[in-house]
């Protein structure tokens, strides 16, 4: 009988590795003795064996800790949301599993399987650290007719609905709205809705008191954080069409209430959001409700993509010489001839921001005073290759010797999957990108070991 419970315990184990982003075991006292994360840009695996619980997540008691509750009464929990600092200061949103290891009727250890959920929000209070309209780098008609409507909507507090397509700056534009007018010295956050999971992203708009749910703590929700302030919602239409509803209800009646609270919480916000596909689009698909977006967009501005504002081009990669510079202490004096007109006449599918990394990787290959073609070619013709070319090179892999359909779809799976990881910063963001559960995602980076 308890060699069976023991192999039941770890079937559970074992299931846990299948789709985590990190395991934790921790003994009876609480201290880690093991710990292994599988992100790079959380702490090292290793960092944190020999600390306690508490340690790590100094907000944790003993109530709220997952660990500690499993330590005490020897029964698990399962996807637990933790909403939490570590002991660095920064903000982890943790959906935890934690399993405890019971030999002769005692708990031995607890084994924590947590997926790390990147939250993607800023959260800045006074001026310091805000763009101002002078870091829109423009001299093209549109964009200065444009730059003279934020300063005139700027001082109002209507809400404003940005498009605009992926890096052509919504976020610039946001801060520039809240520098440019009354609530300049008050907060500015910023969150991202496609960065959080659907299930999560209710107790970060309204905040939750604690208790309301395993370990839950008390925390304020974005729209008392951003009181007096600006609100920037970033890719809203990610966000499901039920908490668009919620959101409405909440942005005309003007007061929230948190997550197991029991009083309403007035606020004053003004809201600024941004979608990154056309709103009518969005709305006809029904991503987007119709009548959250009229509330929204009382004020609307739309970004022109950076292949409208050809212009501009030479400005900008001026400006980002001129930054790179200080930041790397190199003394570039700007492109060569042909490598300009290469980049004016691309097609900039990620636009400004796209651009500046184009200008960032060639300052890893210059060695002269002079970016060349050569400096950048491969970046840009890895983005961009025209579908005529796309059809040839099929059409010629179709006819040649040895070919693989399978090799060849493999091959193409694989470049998908390294892009989606280097554009994301945990995997369950990668995951929503490439339309797939976490664990077929997993499995497929350990298939092709990436």
């Known amino acids: 009988m308890q060699d069976r419970e023991v192999a039941e315990q770890i079937a559970d184990v074992i299931r846990l590795c299948e789709d985590t982003d990190g395991l934790l075991i921790a003994n009876r006292d609480g201290i880690v003795e093991f710990q292994r994360i599988f992100l790079d840009n959380y702490w090292r695996s290793g960092e944190t064996v020999g600390l306690h619980i508490f340690e790590l997540y100094p907000e944790l008691d003993e109530e709220s800790s997952t660990i500690i509750q499993a330590m005490r009464t020897g029964k698990p929990s399962y996807n637990v949301l933790q909403d939490i600092n570590n002991r660095r200061g920064e903000r982890v949103l943790l959906e935890s599993t934690t399993i405890p290891i019971v030999v002769d009727g005692q708990v031995a250890c607890v084994i924590d399987s947590s997926k790390f959920h990147s939250i993607d929000q800023r959260v800045i209070r006074g001026e310091g650290g805000i763009s101002t309209l002078d870091r829109i780098i423009t001299q093209d008609p549109a964009m200065l007719a444009l730059k003279k409507r934020i300063r005139d909507v700027a001082p109002l507090d209507s809400s404003v609905l940005i498009y605009g397509e992926t890096g052509t700056g919504k976020e610039l534009v946001a801060e520039s709205l809240h520098s440019e007018g009354r609530r300049s010295g008050r907060p500015f956050v910023s969150q991202n809705c496609a960065a959080i999971p ?199 892999e179709e006819i040649g010797p040895g070919f693989s359909l399978t090799k060849a779809l493999e091959q193409y799976e694989r470049e998908l999957l390294h892009k989606a990881m280097e554009q994301s910063s945990s995997i369950s963001q990668a995951a929503r990108l490439l339309g797939l559960s976490r664990q077929n995602l997993k499995y497929k980076l350990q298939k092709y070991n990436l």
Not at 233 to 248: R, W, Y
Not at 266 to 289: G, Q
Not at 381 to 386: F, K, L, M, S
């Open 198 to 396: 659907a299930n999560l992203l209710e107790s970060l708009f309204f905040g939750t008191e604690k208790g309301c749910y395993t370990g839950a703590l008390t925390r304020k929700g974005l729209l008392e954080e951003a009181d007096g302030g600006t609100l920037f919602l970033d890719e809203i239409n990610s966000m499901e069409t039920g908490l668009q509803a919620k959101l409405l209800k909440v942005l005309e009646e003007k007061k929230v209430r948190r997550l197991g609270g029991s009083r309403d919480i007035p606020f004053d916000v003004r809201i600024v959001a941004a979608v990154n596909e056309e709103p009518a689009k969005l709305i006809r698909e029904h991503r987007l409700r119709e009548d959250l977006y009229y509330r929204l967009g009382v004020v609307r501005i739309t970004l022109p993509p950076l292949r409208k504002r050809v212009g501009d081009i030479p400005l900008l990669i001026r400006y980002f010489i001129d930054q790179y510079n200080r930041k790397m202490k190199r003394s570039i004096q700007g492109v060569s001839a042909q490598a300009l007109r290469r980049l004016e006449r691309y097609s900039w599918p990620g636009n400004v921001r796209e651009l500046q990394n184009v200008i960032e990787g060639a300052f890893a290959s210059a060695r002269s005073e002079l970016l060349v073609l050569d400096h950048m070619e491969d970046a840009l013709e890895q983005q961009e290759e025209p579908a005529a070319e796309q059809v040839q090179q099929v059409r010629e």
